[in-house]
């Protein structure tokens, strides 16, 4: 007995499908996660501000214990990113939305972005035309954005 071409593509779309929502769902929670991690950082820089060095040792420390238990990922300049991220968009209302929508390389990108207005054009625009990294990292070197 032969089965139609139709039906197995039709099973195929299917699991395609789901595997596209379990990695923006996936994505989303890591990026919030993230975001919890900067606010943490911060939270935990602002309880110890009579040392002016206690961020970096924050940052140092916390790198160490969390690629000794979860792997690579957490190297310093990440976390700095995350802390960044925190400090960028702490309105989490705001971009809640946008963590649903865009990766965490497409965040690191626009984390170099200077001015905050143009930091949200460029998040913006990444989630409405669906930009990928490489099209978002052309258009910040690009595109000079007046706000």
Do not use: C, P
Not at 79 to 90: G, I, N, P, T
Not at 101 to 125: G, N, P
């Amino acid at each position: 007995m032969e089965i139609s071409n139709n039906y197995i593509n039709e099973i195929k779309k299917i699991l395609k499908n789901a595997r596209q929502k379990a990695y923006t769902a996936v994505n989303s929670a890591m990026v919030e996660a993230y975001w919890k991690i900067g606010r943490q950082i911060v939270e935990e820089e602002q309880s110890r501000r009579e040392r002016a060095e206690y961020g970096k040792e924050i940052v140092e420390n916390l790198s160490k214990e969390l690629t000794e238990e979860f792997g690579k990922g957490f190297s310093r300049r990440t976390l700095w990113e995350m802390r960044k991220l925190y400090v960028y968009f702490s309105d989490y209302e705001r971009v809640r939305t946008l963590f649903a929508q865009l990766t965490w390389s497409h965040f690191q990108k626009v984390l170099r972005v200077s001015d905050e207005k143009a930091r949200i054009f460029y998040l913006t625009e990444v989630a409405k035309n669906m930009w990928s990294v490489r099209i978002l990292d052309r258009n910040i070197s690009t595109l000079q954005v007046n706000m």
